[in-house]
Structure formats: structure tokens, C-alpha cells
């Protein structure tokens, strides 16, 4: 079967332009908030399996979240009741197998961060509930709440994930800040609609898709969001995928998927690589 790619190699020389170190530093810092949205997903991902599994307690569970404690991804379950007590902890090392998570389902108070967390995810959900219209639903879609507490700002992103195997949604997620009492700052929704990509399906003439693309509106940005990232390290590896691209106004973003890295490259830069690959062709 020949590998079908979305996008020609290129030598990462090429892409040394005025203010590139600029557009990296951009590109590093959303990277990094990416991946602390992912590590919190794979913890919760992979808590859930764990604590449906082996919970055996007398408790009903009112719900989860999940955060980094040092180099530990953590899971934690907590009661349903007015005033909640958490009755699961799963930690993880950074490969999150499973076989060396670490549980422990006594009941206890929640520590501060875990308080603050809480905090943040009701709020959250009570603003959804009440009928604020800035939030869309979609069929076999659900909401996936990944609070964050970092460098002194409290956040809470929210993705769309699907109910269906074999489907990759970006877009239609959410980002609300909080101050240091836990009010809601600010919220706006990061993309202005919703991209479903189905994975594992050939295409014409026995190619394979090993990759994919979506553009960004001007409101969303010149750059990959965090959620973008964060979805693709979570998907990229059961798609198959090796590169994804976002194109915006004046910049294609490109996500190597199997070194989870991001490159940003104006479309100036774009245009002289493009027309550089066909003088090569034309002399071949």
C-alpha cells in the first residue's frame, strides 16, 4: 500500500527568516499548554477505566478531575453531595500504563489545589447549565472539562470530544478564566465551529491518509490553540497520522505528530519554499 502525505518535505533551514525566533517562542508556549492539557485528558482517560473497574466503595461518585502533582498525572473521584470528599485518587508515571498506577480509594477533604479545581468545575458547569448561549451541543459529541492551575492563572478549557470510535473533533471548545477567589473572569469560545474527521478509512487508488489540516478564522488566531494540540496528541496515534496543518491568515502551522512539535511558517516563507520544490522539480 503506498503512504499518502499531505504536505513535501522540507529542510527546516529554509524556514530561518526574520523573526522566526519570535513566532517559536509563540509556538513553544502553546505547545507547552497543550501538553499540560493532555497529560490532565490521559490521566482522566485512563483514570476512569481504573476506578469503574475496581471502585468498590459505598459512595456515589458526583464526578472527576484531573491535575499534575510533580511529575505525577492525577486522577481524582469525588462523592455526590453538598459538600463532597474524594473518594479515589489514581496516579500515573509519564508512560500512564496502567499496571503502575498507583490507587487509593480511601474517602479524604480535598486538598487546596483539588478545592480550587472543584471549584472551578462547578462554576463552570453551573454557567453551562444555566442556559448560557455562547456553549453549542452537538450528536455524539460530549464535553470534556480539563481544569488547569499554572503560573498563577486558573482556566478551565473545554473540548468536544466524540462518542463514536474512529473520529477526530476539533473545535467547537471553550476557554473561561478565573481570578485567585475562583470568579469567572472572562470565557470565549476558540473555534468558531466544529471539524469532525473520520480515521482509518483508505483512500482512492489504495492511498492511506496519514495526516490532516483545518483553518482557522482570524477570531481564533494566527496559531494551533492548546486544545488543538492537546487533541492531537491524544488521537495523532490511533489515527496514524504523522503531520497535521492549520492555515490561517498569514501563517501555516504544521504539528509533527510522532515528535509533538510545532512549527509556524509565514506564508511569505511558504511561497519561497513552494517555488524553491518546483525549480528542484523542473530539474530533475
Known amino acids: 500500500m503506498r503512504k499518502f502525505t499531505l504536505f513535501f518535505p522540507f529542510l527546516l533551514s529554509s524556514l530561518i527568516t526574520v523573526g522566526q525566533d519570535n513566532i517559536q517562542a509563540i509556538t513553544d508556549s502553546i505547545t507547552t499548554e497543550g501538553k499540560k492539557l493532555y497529560q490532565s485528558e490521559m490521566a482522566s482517560w485512563y483514570g476512569t477505566d481504573i476506578f469503574l473497574e475496581r471502585y468498590k466503595g459505598n459512595s456515589d461518585w458526583g464526578g472527576y478531575l484531573s491535575y499534575m502533582d510533580g511529575d505525577s498525572a492525577r486522577c481524582i473521584f469525588f462523592s455526590k453531595s453538598d459538600n463532597p470528599v474524594v473518594i479515589g485518587t489514581i496516579s500515573f508515571d509519564s508512560t500512564y500504563d496502567i499496571s ?128 488543538d494540540i492537546c487533541t492531537l496528541m491524544l488521537y495523532a496515534k490511533f489515527a496514524g497520522w504523522e503531520q497535521h496543518f492549520v492555515v490561517s491568515a498569514h501563517y501555516m502551522n504544521i504539528w509533527d505528530c510522532k515528535n509533538n512539535r510545532l512549527v509556524a511558517i509565514t506564508k511569505e516563507a511558504m511561497d519561497k519554499i513552494n517555488a524553491h520544490q518546483k525549480k528542484g522539480e523542473k530539474n530533475d
Open 100 to 227: 503502575k498506577a498507583t490507587t487509593n480509594f480511601s474517602d479524604r477533604s480535598f486538598t487546596k489545589t483539588e478545592r480550587d479545581l472543584y471549584v472551578i468545575r462547578k462554576k463552570t458547569l453551573d454557567i453551562i447549565n444555566d442556559g448560557d448561549t455562547l456553549f453549542k451541543f452537538y450528536s455524539n459529541t460530549n464535553y470534556n472539562f480539563i481544569p488547569l492551575i499554572s503560573n498563577g492563572e486558573r482556566k478551565m478549557y473545554i473540548l468536544t470530544g466524540p462518542e463514536k470510535n474512529g473520529v477526530v473533533i476539533f473545535g467547537n471548545d471553550y476557554l473561561l478564566k478565573f481570578d485567585e477567589q475562583n470568579e469567572l473572569i472572562s470565557k470565549k469560545q476558540l473555534h468558531k465551529n466544529i471539524i469532525s474527521m473520520s480515521y482509518g478509512e483508505k483512500m482512492k487508488e489504495g492511498k492511506k491518509v496519514v495526516g490532516g489540516a483545518h483553518t482557522h478564522l482570524p477570531e481564533t488566531g494566527e496559531f494551533m490553540t492548546a486544545t
